[in-house]
């Protein structure tokens, strides 16, 4: 039933090792999204993919890298973590790229970079 | 500049109350999208109510309705009837096309029920 799933749900790691987090929709969304939301609880996007293809790619580290094997799951994989990368990473999905799509979060993932 | 601006950090409200959540946005574009989000402590992100910019009508969903003023750049949340489990963080989000339909966020405001 669940429409945008993630795993894990927590993630506690050492500095310098590589990491990733899964997304997958259920509900036949072209586009999908990452966000990360920081201690201060502000959202933002990192990127966005249509169909499997990168549409936006915000100023992220290049540690940071996205793949979509298809276009019901986008994965984040994350080399050399460093301690400012501790935040909670949300996956999202819409239909399309209109103003009135609404786009729907997965539960997030809580990164804490020891 | 900060598209979202939610004015408000944190409310107080008591149960079976209304609370009105402020949110204004700023954009140029002529179509464009409103939504409201609620974050609960336990973390995953509710899609709460979508205001489109040429909706005629006030959003509704529930107990939940939008009071959106275009001239005044403002879509505010109302949420009536307030419940204990109304207490979470909720976030005003903009779409627009000039911005590549991406989700622009407001700072957040943290409501708090009272029993």
């Known amino acids: 039933d669940t429409a945008v799933s993630q795993t894990p749900k927590y993630l506690v790691t050492q500095m310098g090792n590589d990491k990733s987090i899964k997304c997958e929709q259920n509900?036949?969304?072209?586009?999908m999204y990452w966000y990360k939301q920081d201690s201060k609880k502000f959202l933002k996007i990192m990127f966005s993919?249509?169909?499997?293809?990168?549409?936006i790619n915000e100023t992220v580290p290049n540690r940071f890298s996205p793949k979509s094997p298809d276009k019901a799951h986008l994965n984040l994989h994350i080399n050399s973590l460093e301690l400012g990368d501790s935040a909670v990473y949300f996956c999202?999905?819409?239909?399309?790229?209109?103003?009135?799509?609404?786009?729907?979060f997965g539960p997030g993932t809580r990164l804490l970079v020891l | 500049a900060q598209k979202i601006t939610q004015t408000q950090p944190g409310m107080f409200v008591q149960e079976k109350e209304a609370v009105t959540l402020d949110c204004t946005y700023d954009t140029s574009d002529q179509s464009y999208g409103l939504f409201w989000y609620k974050q609960p402590s336990s973390g995953e992100m509710i899609f709460l109510i979508y205001?489109?910019?040429?909706?005629?009508q006030n959003a509704t969903e529930g107990r939940y309705s939008l009071n959106f003023q275009k001239a005044r750049k403002s879509a505010n949340l109302v949420i009536s009837a307030s419940q204990l489990g109304d207490s979470a963080m909720y976030f005003c989000a903009m779409r627009e096309e000039s911005n590549d339909y991406k989700l622009s966020f407001g700072a957040g405001t943290t409501v708090t029920v009272r029993a």
């Open positions: 993919y249509n169909n499997k293809e990168l549409i």
């Open positions: 509900l036949g969304h072209d586009t």
């Open positions: 999202a999905s819409n239909g399309g790229a209109g103003s009135r799509e609404t786009q729907y």
């Open positions: 205001q489109g910019s040429y909706d005629e």
